[in-house]
């Protein structure tokens, strides 16, 4: 009898414990995809099959790969104009080379706001499947304690009654915690499978608000492009088709060096410094790098999309909890910065809920600070490195400061060097060189994989060419200040 009891007790704590585990393992989840997951439909998708939400996004796949190839046709017509002589109707033919491309860019964006659209429609079905699962899964374990539970209180003469022998009732409590093991076993999966959807689900929600920004920026671009058309039209009727009268009034409107070198340059961060000591900074990253000064001041520069919901927030309210505040406070603590919140504002989340916490200039998030600035786990903890901070290895602070502009600039030299040289950068450059130049296309492809990692392929040209664009604008005035 009092071995009889001593197994009982045994079952019960454990299969209580197992129960206890797993019910606090869903409970903080539950509440949270409640509050956060439950009002994202795609209105000409909601009331689809899954198999007809999945043709509708390989449909819009497919409209989106042949608006890109347009595009690229169009990028080569642009190339092919600046290539030429500048003369006025050039600068014309270019105008209306780039406004075709700005439309095609923006029934892009348009395309690529309806498969988000459904895409995350799809996630959030799914999401809500695995809760389903859940649920069932938790009746099954209440079920599971409560027949423990009803066995631990029998009493001898009715456990005598009910099974012909005793080990009878004690292999139907091993079967009920072998069926209890393998409740445990599924729910781990099904719970791993919820949080990679929810974490799916908040990098569409991030690409989505990317794509919107997008959109406005190219609907402005498009109306600057009709004013200037229209300025150099009206310019091409004065002169009567009089070059040399043209190319006077260029020259004359030349800037000066001086004039370049006093400009305000305009950093993400919130930061402003004069050009000249800009371009100063992105030249010693670039000797270090070889990454040219004039890309890594359009990466730089506030007019990119990473300008948006700079260095507004707390880290409390912004950071991935346990990606990034860890190392976070590392750095802070490393540089003598705990507690000042003037200066360590970072990114907030955007407005689908997806984490910010960018810092400084750069936009780098604490993690990947650490892989530059010298950051790394001892014993599960967060600690400084010297010799590992290679962004003070170029600019002499150590440790490198991610708010402090010579620190940023070299940083983000280091990872476009980084980018440049990936596969996936090498090999679309290889495959495309016969349309652009092969460091148009690498450098096209590392600001499109800064500002959106995985997600590059989508932004090499939204984003990426926005930078390149830049990088050319801004190398005509570090060429005359070479010059001068």
Known sequence: MQRQNSYKKILKGILIS???????TLLIPASKINAQETTTSTPSSENLSPEAVEEHRKNLENKLEKLEEQMAEQEKKIDEYQSQERTLK??????NARTRQLNLKIEAVNVSLQ????????????????????????????????????SDNQTLIVI????????????????????????????????????????QKQELALEKDDVENLREIRENQK????????????????????????QEMLAETKKTAAEIRSRIFHLIGGGELTFEKAYDLAKLAEGATGVRAAL???????????????????????????????VFKTILRTLGLQGNSTVTKVSCPNAHGAYGGAMGPAQFIPSTWAIYGGYEKESGNWVYNK??????????NKPSNPWRNEDAFAATSIYIKELIQTSGCQDYANEYDHILPHQKLLERCAAAKYYAGSRWWTYRFWYGDAVVNKAQELQKDIDILQES
Do not use: W
């Open 90 to 95: 050039n600068e014309i033919y270019g105008i």
């Open 18 to 24: 197992l129960g206890f585990l797993i019910f606090a």
């Open 223 to 246: 109306q600057q492009l009709q004013y200037t058309k229209s300025r150099k039209s009206n310019l091409l009727e004065q002169t009567q088709n009089q070059e040399s009268k043209y």
């Open 160 to 199: 005598l009654l009910q099974n012909q022998k005793i080990s009878d009732f004690f292999n139907n409590i091993n079967e009920i915690l072998l069926v209890q093991n393998n409740i445990q076993s599924s729910l781990k999966d099904i719970i791993n499978l919820r949080q990679n959807l929810i974490n």
């Open 296 to 326: 890594t001041l359009a990466i730089l520069s506030r007019e990119s999309l990473l300008g948006k919901n700079v260095g507004q927030c707390s880290y409390q309210n912004a950071m991935h909890p346990e990606r990034d505040i860890p």
């Open 115 to 150: 498969k988000l659209n459904n895409d995350i429609y799809e996630t959030q079905r799914q999401i809500n499947q695995t809760q389903n699962k859940i649920e069932t899964h938790k009746e099954a374990l209440a079920s599971a304690l409560q027949n423990v539970y009803e």
């Open 387 to 396: 010799n590992g901070d290679e962004i003070g290895s170029i600019t002499g």
